[in-house]
Nanobody, 121 residues
């Protein structure tokens, strides 16, 4: 089995910072792209940031210049550093990873359970 476990969410004032972590555990052969998504109440889930196994990154327009995605391949962990947070960043943040458990079975997508981020004064 594979698990993705997020941590680091919470309540923060506008302009503040939070760092989310997502650790993948279990029987893992390799991890390809890792992503952060978010979903606010009444809205569709949207991609926040993507990082490839080689470290290339891409960001959604609302977070460019404020959020930074990174990963530690040795720890099978992806991070999301969120700075200059705004009330509109309030959402449940989900980790997603494309990974291979067994080469013969190919690559599959796995999701974490989500962590709440609330930006409010």
């Amino acid at each position: 089995q594979v698990q993705l476990v997020e941590s680091g969410g919470g309540l923060v004032q506008p302009g503040g910072s939070l760092r989310l972590s997502c650790a993948a555990s279990g029987s893992i052969f390799s991890i390809n792209d890792m992503r952060w998504y978010r979903q606010a109440p009444g809205k569709q889930r949207e991609v926040v940031a993507i990082i490839t196994s080689g470290g290339n990154t891409n960001y959604g327009e609302p977070v460019k210049g404020r959020f930074t995605i990174s990963r530690d391949n040795a720890k099978n962990t992806v991070y999301l550093q969120m700075n200059s947070l705004k009330p509109e960043d309030t959402a449940v943040y989900y980790c997603n990873a494309d990974l291979v458990r067994v080469p013969a079975l190919g690559r599959k997508s796995y999701w974490g359970q989500g962590t709440q981020v609330t930006v409010s004064s």
